[in-house]
């Protein structure tokens, strides 16, 4: 800053000086609404660098050097501010800053719009930020208000998956240092002020409510790898899997239950236990054929529980009492499964 303050100021010939954008010549700076700041009253002025080499690092370079203390929330202080004022009662297709990329190249790394944020002490720091405000302060908007869009147009298939809308990637700082953790790979979380300030309805949305979209599959883990302990899906105790828009059928663990339940519209369809026992309310079947339904009661006890038989028997010369026998025992076995009770 000292250094340019240093500098000598020379006066500008008012010969090389235009109100209006002209090829070779200055345009002139205005007082911008009374602030004292200078502005530039001119259209579609463009800055050409006809030379880029492999090592100019930039075209054009705008350097905010910070040394003050303190500051206000809300209030934020940038090196370039851009403001596009949309007036009311139009239907213009404005963008407050655009960026293009032609890119023709076999190779390298190439991308239209990049931003770094470079971490040297405890003070938190944001990589990329975008806000949207709904300054209307209305309910249940009819147009929609997207806080981030991300469009990629091409033709044709991907079978080598090759097109990704959003990558985010863990990397090393020091490719000689120790092993990196990303905590959290993306985190949806509402105000600070608290919980019942801000909700989502809908956490991640898969299509678009009026837009269904094709998928092979919404969720791959095909090529996630899991240390000893870890899920592909951690969901928490009580919380439901939900199987419809009105959460009328659900699968849910029950922590103070210890069991894991399927529930459909007015009925436990079935509880699965911890400690391995299954309980559900209707018939068992094979291929649409009933084997096992609830318990038939009415049987009586055997009235000499030790005169049981459970050894076989030839059909052609078998005694009363033989059979009497067996009977017994068969009845006190699927007594002991719970098929049939007294």
Not at 167 to 176: S, Y
Not at 203 to 219: L, V
Request: proline share 4%; with cysteine; net charge negative.
């Amino acid at each position: 800053m000292n250094t340019y303050q240093s500098l000598p100021m020379t006066p500008i010939d008012s010969s090389e000086v235009s109100n209006t954008a002209a090829v070779g010549k200055i345009p002139q700076f205005y007082d911008l609404g009374g602030t004292g700041r200078p502005a530039i009253n001119t259209n579609r002025t463009i800055f050409y660098d006809g030379m880029a080499a492999a090592t100019d690092v930039y075209s054009f370079s705008v350097r905010r050097d910070v040394s003050y203390q303190g500051g206000s929330a809300g209030f934020l202080n940038s090196a370039l501010l851009v403001t596009s004022n949309v007036q009311s009662s139009i239907n213009p297709f404005e963008s407050g800053l655009f960026v293009i990329q032609d890119n023709h190249s076999t190779g390298g790394q190439n991308f239209a719009m990049g931003s770094q944020a470079n971490k040297y002490s405890t003070g938190p720091v944001w990589g990329l930020v975008t806000e949207t405000h709904e300054k209307s302060a209305s309910a249940d908007p009819a147009t929609g208000t997207l806080g981030y869009e991300l469009d990629i147009f091409a033709n044709g298939t991907d079978a080598h998956l090759q097109r990704i809308g959003i990558a985010i990637m863990g990397k090393l700082e020091n490719p000689a240092g120790p092993g990196m953790t990303l905590g959290i790979g993306m985190a949806l979380t509402g105000d600070s002020s608290g919980q019942a300030n801000s909700r989502f309805s809908r956490g991640i949305s898969f299509g678009r409510i009026g837009n269904t979209t094709a998928f092979d599959y919404c969720i791959d883990t095909t090529n996630a790898v899991f240390d000893t302990g870890g899920a592909a899906i951690l969901l928490q105790h009580d919380h439901s899997i939900a199987f419809n828009g009105n959460n009328t059928r659900t699968l849910q663990y029950i922590q103070s239950a210890t069991r894991l339940r399927y529930e459909a519209p007015n009925s436990h369809v079935f509880d699965f236990n911890d400690d391995g026992t299954l309980s559900i309310t209707g018939a068992y079947q094979i291929f649409g054929q009933q084997v096992i339904t609830s318990r038939q009661s009415g049987w009586g006890e055997s009235l000499n529980p030790n005169s049981v038989s459970r050894d076989g028997f030839d059909p052609n010369t078998v005694s009363l009492l033989k059979v009497a026998q067996t009977l017994a025992a068969l009845i006190a076995d699927l007594k002991t499964h719970g098929l049939i009770g007294s």
